[in-house]
């Protein structure tokens, strides 16, 4: 944000912004970044009354909304809305962060740097000089700060920050709205979901931070975001504000070309095996369809971004567009007489990428398998510290995870996934040179496994801790589950992750000279900004339709009557509110129809958006809150590698439907009366 005046004003005004770059981002004046939350370390959420109030997404405040609820108060199911202020929830552990201010530091880190560090010692030397630097920065106050890289390492920021740790749930509709669609419409455009929910901020009486206190009081913030009842069109200026987590803009063809067609069709065909298994299961019985149902949607998740991408990385050309730019890199850098210095660069990711092809497929197979899906496996490795050590504190700590993994566990199911996934596991990755002994030492079928391994029946192993820690030890050494598991875990810790990660720092090392190279040889290929790095961002397009593919056309706004066509009475992704159902009949929109008499749900724009801007505000022309952003495109999900501004569309919530619910469904009128609305 910072850099807004200096790169992107003028070209963000003759897009239509009507406000100031330094409205968005300023250090000695309020602005709307004093607005702009980082929710719980991994969402975005902005202040949006005088009185503390966030918004931010359902799926943002999904753990806290399910650790409220209990049988006799179903907050997912049924929502919660507080009454009065008294009725608001504390979360514990919940934190909201306001970033006061950045500053650049990089001439004070780089000048402590040489190109003769090994890139474990320069990072050491940057934690090293950055922590001194913040203890210059700050007085004994609360303010924190950290130093973050940007640009590869090429340059670095100070953000100093303030952390307020009294957040309590507010309001939440129901997941019928704030989840509809569910795992079928994940990535997908039309979109029909209320992906919202309303928390608040306490401070004590001096409007600082502070641990939960009856005392509190609601947060009084230096700015809040007007909400626009106005809606959107195509083609107004749209922004989003918020702490995106990570992207790789500048990776070279060669790794692009590796992601696409070899590691990310591995990892999806590994989730396919793993989703047609668990389906099955759970169509055919009630207690794994509710067990499993939350690790199906876990694995479904990337399982479709990862082939939205693919798709979007060939509709785009992506590939070919790295290899012009890497031809124009080579040309430049002749006529520009700096071969000597660059010219290397190139066949240098050629050798390192094949290199870690094998090391990065065998890791994505054992995190896949081994760490991810095959639960047997991750709960026997879990024992291995006790076993390791014998203590005391280590065996109850192991039995502290008993209960949660067994209240949603299916011994049939895991079953299952153990014999197809290791057998693809074996087939795929047996006679590669990164293959974990298991594949030639095992001794033990699936059937022999599951019969005999303590790991697999709750009864059984609660017995066995009964007996003296010794006993446990010598038994769970012998465990079937627990021989695999240490096959398996101990071949990736000594050989995969030590040989992978080394590579990765040569990579980073080449990454950093390479961008630097390209901002110097080609400095008008483009505006270059920094990848996404969790820090506070802002990302600009316009609201527009697509065309993601020949004859297909989306518009950019869907209506509450879309939302009735999905209907299914029952379902557990596309049932609704017998109320909501009501006041669409009746037409009871209150003042948040559309001109045409229709209720808005919500729209889609040309902002570039990745996980961590789940919750970020959208912003119109003027910087007022005009949506809440929640997911991406399916045919635009390749935005993280290769952003096209032609396919890649950010999926909003429509602020006036979120008015709505507030007001017309939930009938909590006194949270509409304290925000600020034009």
Not at 156 to 179: C, H, Q, W
Not at 231 to 239: A, E, I, L, N
Not at 644 to 653: E, F
């Amino acid at each position: 944000p910072m850099l807004l005046k200096q790169l992107n004003e003028v070209e963000m005004m003759s897009m239509g912004l009507e406000i100031s770059t330094e409205d968005i981002y300023s250090i000695n004046n309020g602005s709307l970044k004093d607005a702009i939350v980082h929710f719980g370390g991994g969402c975005t959420a902005e202040v949006i009354s005088s009185q503390g109030l966030l918004l931010t997404n359902h799926h943002c405040g999904y753990g806290q909304i399910q650790s409220h609820s209990s049988l006799e108060n179903d907050y997912l199911s049924t929502g919660f809305w507080a009454e009065n202020k008294s009725q608001e929830l504390s979360n514990k552990g919940l934190t909201a962060t306001f970033i006061k201010y950045m500053k650049e530091v990089t001439s004070e880190i780089l000048i402590h740097l040489s190109t003769d560090m090994t890139e474990s010692d320069r990072k050491e030397m940057v934690k090293m000089k950055g922590d001194s630097l913040i203890l210059l920065e700050l007085d004994d106050g609360h303010f924190e700060a950290s130093i973050k890289p940007f640009f590869k390492g090429n340059r670095y920021f100070m953000i100093v920050t303030e952390t307020f740790n009294d957040v309590r749930l507010v309001g939440a509709p129901p997941s019928s709205i704030g989840k509809f669609g569910s795992d079928t419409d994940n990535w997908m455009w039309p979109r029909h979901t209320g992906d919202f929910s309303l928390f608040r901020i306490y401070a004590d009486k001096d409007n600082n931070p502070a641990e939960y206190s009856e005392d509190n009081i609601p947060y009084k913030p230096h700015r809040h975001l007007t909400i626009s009842t106005d809606g959107v069109k195509p083609g107004d200026f749209s922004m989003i504000y918020g702490f995106p987590g990570r992207t790789d803009e500048y990776l070279p063809s060669v790794a692009v070309k590796q992601i696409t067609q070899v590691l990310n069709p591995a990892k999806i065909a590994i989730r396919e095996t793993a989703l047609e298994i668990m389906d099955a299961q759970m169509r055919a019985s009630d207690d794994v369809r509710i067990k499993y149902a939350s690790k199906y949607a876990s694995i479904a998740n990337y399982y479709k971004k990862w082939i939205g991408e693919n798709t979007g990385i060939q509709k785009s050309r992506g590939i070919k567009r790295k290899v012009d730019l890497e031809n124009s890199f080579r040309k430049a850098i002749i006529e520009q007489g700096k071969s000597a210095e660059y010219g290397s660069l190139l066949s240098t990711y050629e050798d390192l990428y094949n290199q870690l092809e094998g090391l990065a497929l065998a890791r994505d197979y054992f995190i896949e398998i081994a760490y991810r899906t095959v639960e047997i496996i991750k709960f026997s490795n879990s024992s291995s510290r006790f076993i390791s050590t014998g203590q005391k504190k280590d065996l109850e700590a192991f039995k502290k995870s008993i209960t949660g993994h067994f209240k949603n566990y299916d011994v049939t199911t895991d079953k299952l996934l153990f014999e197809a996934l290791l057998e693809k596991y074996e087939n795929d990755q047996g006679s590669s040179k990164y293959a974990p002994p298991y594949f030639s030492e095992k001794v033990y079928s699936a059937e022999h496994l599951f019969e005999k391994s303590f790991f697999a029946d709750k009864k059984k192993i609660e017995t066995l801790l009964k007996a003296n820690p010794k006993k446990i030890q010598r038994k769970l050494a012998k465990d079937p589950g627990y021989l695999i598991a240490s096959s398996l875990y101990g071949h990736y810790r000594n050989t995969i992750y030590r040989d992978y990660w080394a590579l990765e720092d040569s990579l980073d090392v080449l990454d950093r000279n390479y961008l630097k190279a390209l901002m110097e040889v080609l400095p008008d290929y483009r505006k270059y900004y920094p990848d996404a790095n969790s820090s506070l961002r802002l990302t600009y397009g316009q609201v527009n339709g697509v065309s993601p593919l020949d004859a297909i056309s989306y518009g950019h706004v869907t209506y509450l009557e879309g939302m009735i066509e999905k209907y299914i009475p029952g379902d557990y992704e596309f049932d609704l509110p017998t109320k909501l159902i009501d006041l669409f009949e009746a037409k009871d929109f209150g003042p948040y129809a559309d001109d045409n008499g229709k209720l808005p749900i919500c729209f889609i724009a040309s902002n570039h958006t990745t996980g961590g801007n789940s919750g970020s505000p959208a912003l119109n022309s003027k910087g007022d809150l005009v949506g809440l952003n929640f997911d991406r495109a399916w045919e635009g999900t390749m935005s993280d590698i290769n952003y096209d501004s032609s396919r890649c569309r950010n999926i909003m919530v429509d602020a006036r439907y979120i008015l709505f619910i507030i007001d017309k469904f939930a009938n909590a009128t006194y949270l509409i009366e304290e925000m600020t609305l034009n």
